[in-house]
Every structure is written in C-alpha cells, then in structure tokens.
C-alpha cells in the first residue's frame, strides 16, 4: 500500500502541474544541490522564428538556401525545423524531395536532394569540419545559426530567435535563494547560451555540447559531491535525465524524455519546480 503522505503529496502534487513518475522522486527532491536545465524548448520557449538568412555562396541566391533546408526540415520535427518551414509557408516556397534523410545527432541533419548532398548543421559541426565559421551568421548575438552545406560547400545560413520562457527567471531565483547552483547544458551555440545564460542570472553553461556530453557533465557534478537535478525535453536529453540523481521532463516535450524522467512538468512550467523543492521538504517533515 501507499503510506498516506505519499498518497496525498501526489495527488497534491498533481495540481502543482507535476507527475510524479516515480516514488522515490519527492524523498530525492529534498537532497538536490543542483539543477542543470537543457536551454531549448525548457528554459526557452522553443518556437523559433527566422529573423535573418542569407547566401554565403555565389552558386546560391538567397532564396535557394532556403529552400534546400525546407527540403530537409519537412522530415524533422526538431523546434528550429518548425520554425523553418513556418518561414517557407510564409514566402511560399516550394520545396523538393530529400531523399535518405539522416539526423547527425547534436548536430544537424542530411538528405540528398536533386542529387547533391545537402546539410543543415551547427557552427560545432563547421568547426570540425574545419570550415572557416563566417562571422556575419552571428551579427544577432541572440540568435540561433544554423549553416546549409551543398555537397560539403557552405552555401548559406538561417539565424532564428527564440524567447526565455517568462516563468523561467523566476524559477531561477527561486532555486538559487534556496541555496541551489543552477546550470544549463544546451547544443546550441556559444553565444546564445552565454545570452541565455546572463540574462537569467545562472552559475554557469555548457554550450555546443552533444547528448553523451550533457549525461558526463552530470557525471562530474555528482563526483563533486552534487546531488543533480536534470531539466529537459528532447530526445537528446534522455540520456542526462537517466543519469542525474532526479530526472525531469517538461510535459511539452518528446516521449522519451517524459518515459526515462522521474517527474514531469504537465503544464511546461519551469516555476512548478518550485512547487517540487518545496513541496519535496514538506513531505520529508511530515514523514519524520
Ligand atoms: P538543444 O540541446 O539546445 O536542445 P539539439 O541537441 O537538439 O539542441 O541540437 C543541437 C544543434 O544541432 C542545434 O542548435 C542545431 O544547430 C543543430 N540541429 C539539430 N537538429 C536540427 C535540425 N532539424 N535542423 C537544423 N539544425 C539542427
Ligand atoms: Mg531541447
């Protein structure tokens, strides 16, 4: 049987906006020190929208950059591919086929189209490709950049904006009077993250890193004695979720993040974590 306090604390819990997946997950509540939050889609809204693209190549009219990456983007479901296509709609463009499309996991995607290899990837993915990164993509230091390759030359790029989530300041606050590091570990790029980053007054970001990067930085905390609270939404942050001593998905987010999570956040609040550290205590005192 469920002891009573647990029974009432979830159903309590339920109007708080969170599902309590797990039962060791209020006991745990109590114990974190530190929160990590994924950026897109958990801080930040996710609902990006084009504010800027351009042809770096002059193969490429402007236009036909867009195009190529609305032949790709139609096959994902990633925030910035909805943003994308949105903008497309708008000009109404029309778009070709991709053919053997492919996620490059933390970075881009891929697919053939009208014969040529065609990418949509991060300014991470150039860097290691060694492809020189053109300073003009980050002339909106708020912006996420993305680059289009067409059979590996850079033919243009898309800059988009999302928004913080007006919840999230206070949530941040609200964590760091109660004596918690906040943190953020996203795969977009440095700037951003540093924008993101200062404006919500956090300890400290990790940008440009990949699924397995997120789950090692978690790894560290807890070898510095930390006891972790990971934030997130995508599939890419599944593995983190998995590891951190308490998972939590943001209800709007995919499947597998919600699955391996201990809690979800149903409303996508981030301020009804607040709700769960204090909430977490209360339960803890009335158990004692
Ligand atoms: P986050 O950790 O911020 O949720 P992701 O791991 O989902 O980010 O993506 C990391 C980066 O990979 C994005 O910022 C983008 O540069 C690139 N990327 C991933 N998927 C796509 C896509 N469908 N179209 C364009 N770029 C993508
Ligand atoms: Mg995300």
Do not use: C, W
Request: proline share 3%.
């Amino acid at each position: 049987a469920v002891p009573l306090v647990a029974a009432i604390s979830t159903s309590v819990s339920a109007q708080k906006g969170l599902l309590i997946r797990n039962r060791t997950a209020f006991e745990n509540a109590r114990k974190i020190t530190l929160f990590a939050f994924d950026k897109t889609g958990t801080l930040t809204k996710g609902n990006f929208g084009v504010s800027l693209y351009e042809t770096l190549h002059e193969d490429f009219k402007k236009k036909q950059v867009l195009r190529l990456a609305g032949a790709l983007e139609a096959k994902s479901e990633h925030p910035l591919a909805i943003g994308i296509m949105e903008k497309i709609k708008d000009e109404k463009i029309e778009i070709p086929d991709a053919k053997n499309f492919n996620a490059i996991t933390g970075k881009g995607i891929e697919a053939e189209v009208e014969n040529k290899n065609v990418k949509v990837v991060s300014p991470g993915y150039l860097k290691e490709q060694k492809i020189d990164i053109p300073e003009k993509a980050f002339d909106n230091q708020q912006d996420t950049v993305v680059f289009v390759l067409v059979d590996n030359m850079l033919a243009g790029f898309i800059a988009m904006a999302d928004e913080i989530r007006p919840e999230s300041y206070d949530a941040v606050k609200m964590l760091k009077k109660s004596g918690m590091k906040v943190f953020m570990m996203t795969g977009d790029n440095e700037k951003v993250a540093k924008s993101v980053s200062d404006e919500l007054g956090l300890d400290g970001y990790f940008a440009g890193i990949l699924p397995d990067e997120k789950l090692e930085k978690i790894k560290e905390f807890q070898q510095q004695g930390e006891f972790v609270a990971m934030t997130g939404d995508g599939i890419n942050d599944a593995p983190a979720l998995a590891t951190a001593n308490v998972g939590i998905a943001v209800g709007s987010g995919t499947d597998v993040a919600a699955e391996t999570a201990d809690i979800v956040l149903v409303n996508s609040n981030p301020r009804d974590i607040a709700s769960l550290v204090k909430f977490g205590k209360a339960t803890y005192q009335k158990m004692i």
